[in-house]
Nanobody, 122 residues
Framework: QVQLVESGGGLVQAGGSLSLSCAASGSIFTIDTMGWYRQAPRNERELVAV???????DYADSVTGRFTISRDNAKMTVYLQMNSLKPEDTAVYYC????????????????WGQGTQVTVSS
């Protein structure tokens, strides 16, 4: 019953900004890692940024200095602030979370959002 709901995608001109958010809901004990991946046409899905439960933030080299990931544990939400966008950032962005369930044996599973389109025009 876990769901990841993304919002904030859209169209923007090169140099502009967009903010993405992803809220988790359902039968959740706690969330380990949350992050963002993206997939452009004819490309493999690649990591954009992740935030661990311990507070470590990791970014792809291509977005370092331009994107900022953050999370609100109380809201079970992860955000991605994207600045200085480039046409090569155009992709479907997917929210990711590793979630520990409430069952007695504390199952760990990976979950993905449905994806949100980000298009950057030149």
């Amino acid at each position: 019953q876990v769901q990841l709901v993304e919002s904030g995608g859209g169209l923007v001109q090169a140099g502009g900004s967009l903010s993405l958010s992803c809220a988790a809901s359902g039968s959740i004990f706690t969330i380990d890692t949350m992050g963002w991946y993206r997939q452009a046409p004819r490309n493999e899905r690649e990591l954009v940024a992740v935030a661990t439960s311990g507070g470590r933030l990791d970014y792809a080299d291509s977005v370092t200095g331009r994107f900022t990931i953050s999370r609100d544990n109380a809201k079970m939400t992860v955000y991605l602030q994207m600045n200085s966008l480039k046409p090569e950032d155009t992709a479907v962005y997917y929210c990711y979370a590793k979630i520990i369930g409430r069952r007695w044996y504390r199952p760990e599973n990976d979950y993905w959002g449905q994806g949100t389109q980000v298009t950057v025009s030149s």
